[in-house]
């Protein structure tokens, strides 16, 4: 079984991640990324994230390219600390020292990949709805607009949110979801766990679909 099929029989069991590293190389993460270089670590990032960073939406993998450097450098910290939980993420995670964690964020975050439109059979309804939410919000759910926080047409914001334009709706749906029913709880102030607790599944569902939609420019909001 080569890497990329390790991938897919871990993500076909529901992993929802940052990365989401080959079994193998999972299990013998402290041995085979011994050297604690981000030559070393890259490769097993770009297994899964793929060699642009591009992410893999049938296994709700993101895109990481271009996305900020401190977020990324975030959620690696989060694994190997346990603050983000996976038994995945924290076997690769937490043998690497802060610099190669570092390293390897500000890589992918000079990275940029094709923009992969997937609105193209998705209900305009949907669109309109998922529109709504990321500039309104819904004021009778009490749930504020997306943008708010993530930026104009959702590019990220530098220090504080990551960019939302251009992930696949799979990746983004999953994530609402594990906000939701309080898997995922990294978030400052308990901020997304609150927006994601009032999107019923259609309206998750809605303003991933939107979001998936958006080609993010090449110059990011940093």
Known sequence: MNAGLRCRVVLAA???????????????????????????????????????????????????????????????????????????????????????????????????????????SVNAVILARGHQLAYQGDEIERVQACNNCHGPDGVGVPYSAPYLAGQSAEYLASAMQSWKDGTRKNDAGQLMRSVAARLNDADIAAVAAYFASVELAGALIR
């Open 14 to 120: 529901g992993s929802t991640l940052l990365a989401v590293v080959p079994l193998a190389l999972a299990a013998g993460a402290a041995t085979s990324l011994s050297a604690n270089t981000a030559d070393a670590a890259i490769a097993t990032c770009q297994s899964c994230h793929g060699a642009q960073g591009e992410g893999m939406s049938e296994g709700h993998v993101p895109r990481i390219a271009g996305q900020s450097a401190e977020y990324l450098k975030k959620q690696l910290d989060n694994y190997a600390d346990g603050t983000r939980s996976n038994p995945i993420m924290f076997n690769f995670a937490k043998p690497l020292s802060d610099k190669v964690r570092k390293e390897l964020a500000a890589r992918f975050a000079a990275m940029s990949a094709p923009f992969d439109a997937q609105a193209g």
